[in-house]
């Protein structure tokens, strides 16, 4: 069987873009879900703060899903239960489910919006023993808001990240006592409006340069050893600190979901851990194109989606005029900078870059630079690793050839 376009992925990302993308004209797609029901992620975030930027709303994250589900017109093909194998660089979708079985489509376009997961303890090799009461703060999320399962009644999170945070609150919310939040570097990885929302409010303590350096317990969790860390993340004798807790929680990090990426030879950017893309999120196979988390971690869905709606139109473009954008600038992170996304661009259009900060910054500028001359500033009050930046970089400074770097230059904090 084969589509116009077949979206992999069915949450937020793949969502909006099956819907952009059959507004813009195609009329045959198909969403593959793996999960058993759309939404992704979001149906497990019964927290608000959704839609503040898009929907100019403060929702949850299962209304988030809802209102980009009822989008979805009733002759796009939807796939639950179903697990995408492999994509070849023919676009060819090989896929396994209960209701369709082992089956391979025939794709003119594909968008890949599998999202993220979840670093482990196996990822930053902790000390101890290997007792039950270890998640990781998403696994801990879905057990308590979608599976009605308390993880535990006294517990430490190891890193700051956005869910991390909001695990804090949602098991003081459940009665269990969060003893400390443990972040190695020396500012958190989350949102602002996190951090005092569901730390300073409940109390709850932030260890900022210390790690988890030991865990003991036998057949559960039993206590944890922390200690401050140097300036090369490494913990210095003399400062451990015991805690006696039944659950750890982990939140060290994000991966996006890239071996379908991979194994099709799509070239993947070593900073992201995503596809390298165009402005018009195309990867490196044409009529292949990638957005949200599988491209880099947002912090906000507000950003996933309008990065989706941009795919979706783009791989219309493909399908229906044979239109690509070209990678004739490419884009490269300077000073203060982790990384920029899209890597690429064609100079043809404006352009909205997303880039992260590699450390807090007070007031700031963000120095864009071609052929060593600079070409546009951008003056910031204050940015952080946690809180994703953007800058439009207007067709018209775009004429000259030659690489484009963006940096940041200001008081560090």
């Not at 697990?83 to 890949?112: D, W």
């Not at 018209?396 to 690489?403: R, V």
């Amino acid at each position: 069987m084969s589509y116009d376009l077949i979206v992999i992925g069915g949450g937020p990302a793949g969502l909006a873009a099956a819907a952009s993308a059959y507004s813009s004209g195609l009329k045959k797609v198909l969403i593959i879900e793996r999960d058993r029901e759309l939404g992704g992620i979001l149906n497990q975030c019964i927290h608000n703060g959704f839609g503040l930027h898009y929907f100019k709303e403060d929702l949850t994250g299962p209304e988030y899903a809802e209102r980009f589900i009822d989008r979805l017109p009733s002759d796009i093909d939807v796939l639950l239960d179903t697990m995408v194998l492999e994509i070849t660089p023919q676009r060819e979708v090989h896929a396994v489910g209960k209701t369709c079985g082992y089956v391979i489509f025939q794709a003119k376009s594909i968008i890949l919006a599998m999202g993220c997961r979840e670093r482990t303890r196996g990822a930053i090799s902790i000390v101890g023993s290997r007792p039950a009461g270890i998640f990781t703060a998403g696994a801990a999320q879905r057990y308590v808001n979608s599976e009605g399962y308390l993880v535990g009644k006294r517990i430490v999170i190891l890193g700051s990240g956005d869910i991390g945070l909001i695990m804090a609150r949602r098991m003081t919310l459940e009665g269990a006592k969060v003893l400390a939040c443990v972040e190695i570097m020396p500012y958190s990885g989350g949102l602002t409006r996190n951090i005092v929302q569901c730390l300073h409010d409940y109390d709850i303590p932030l260890y900022l340069s210390h790690t988890i350096c030991e865990i003991r317990g036998k057949t559960r969790v039993e206590q944890v050893v922390i200690a401050k860390v140097d300036e090369n993340r490494q913990p210095i004798p003399g400062t451990e600190m015991e805690i006696d807790c039944d659950t750890i929680l982990l939140s060290v990090g994000l991966i996006p979901e890239n071996e379908l990426a991979r194994t099709a030879g799509i070239s993947i950017d070593s900073r992201t851990g995503g596809a390298f893309v165009g402005e018009n999120m195309e990867t490196s196979i044409p009529g292949v194109f990638a957005c949200g988390n599988i491209l880099h971690v947002h912090d906000l869905v507000d950003f996933v989606t309008e990065e989706a709606e941009k795919a979706g139109k783009a791989a219309a473009e493909f399908v229906l005029c044979n239109r690509q954008n070209g990678h004739a600038i490419t884009l490269a992170n300077g000073e203060g900078v982790s990384y920029t996304v899209p890597q690429s661009i064609s100079g043809m259009t404006d352009t909205r870059v997303y880039f992260r900060v590699n450390r807090i910054f007070g007031k700031s500028t963000i120095v864009v630079t071609q052929n060593d001359a600079q070409i546009a500033n951008f003056k910031r009050g204050h940015m952080a690793p946690g809180e994703m930046e953007s800058i439009l970089l207007p067709k018209k400074l775009l004429e000259d050839s030659g690489d484009i770097t963006i940096s940041c230059k200001g008081v560090e904090v």
